[in-house]
């Protein structure tokens, strides 16, 4: 049986979204602790308005993810809603960086972000999709591997 790392490389279908998946790791591990000093320190939001900011940026994380993850459900394919979340992502944190005003600040760790985080439940979830179809068809396949590998007992029948 090949190792998880081995079908990671293998499969272009796995490979994509396990490398988005990490890179979407690194950038909220990244960004996430500086986010506070951003919003107080240097834009000068009070401790009560970052709470709130925060607190409601979780409510539209929640929401987001609930909503596009049963939608996605009925979609055929998710990766166009996967790239349009990943956008969002790269806007909300672009503007933040780029755009040194409470607004855009405002505006992005409320909406942006959030429904960017979307993106992790939404790559969970074509993973494993895929690996479902990985193991259907092994398990279509294994009564023949195991009659090979036992030869002494015959052939599988149908009975």
């Known amino acids: 049986m090949p190792s998880t790392f ?63 993850g049963i939608w996605s459900d009925r979609l055929k394919e998710r990766r166009p809603l996967v790239l349009g979340l990943s956008v ?29 985080n979307s993106t992790y439940s939404l790559l969970f979830a074509s993973l494993r999709a895929r690996t479902n179809q990985m193991d259907r068809a092994r398990g279509r396949r294994s009564p023949q591997r195991c009659g090979r590998s036992f030869p002494a007992h015959g052939r599988w029948r149908r009975g």
């Open 88 to 116: 969002a992502g790269m806007l909300g944190f672009g503007s933040i960086a780029m755009i040194h005003s409470p607004l855009v600040f405002i505006f992005s760790t409320l909406l942006l972000v959030p429904m960017s």
């Open 6 to 68: 081995s079908l990671i490389l293998r499969d272009n279908r796995i490979r994509i979204p396990t490398v988005t998946l990490v890179a979407l790791a690194f950038t909220y591990a990244s960004t996430a602790p500086y986010q506070s000093i951003i919003g107080i320190n240097e834009l000068g939001l009070s401790n009560g308005a970052y709470s709130a900011l925060v607190f409601f940026s979780a409510v539209v994380n929640v929401t987001t993810s609930l909503t596009l």
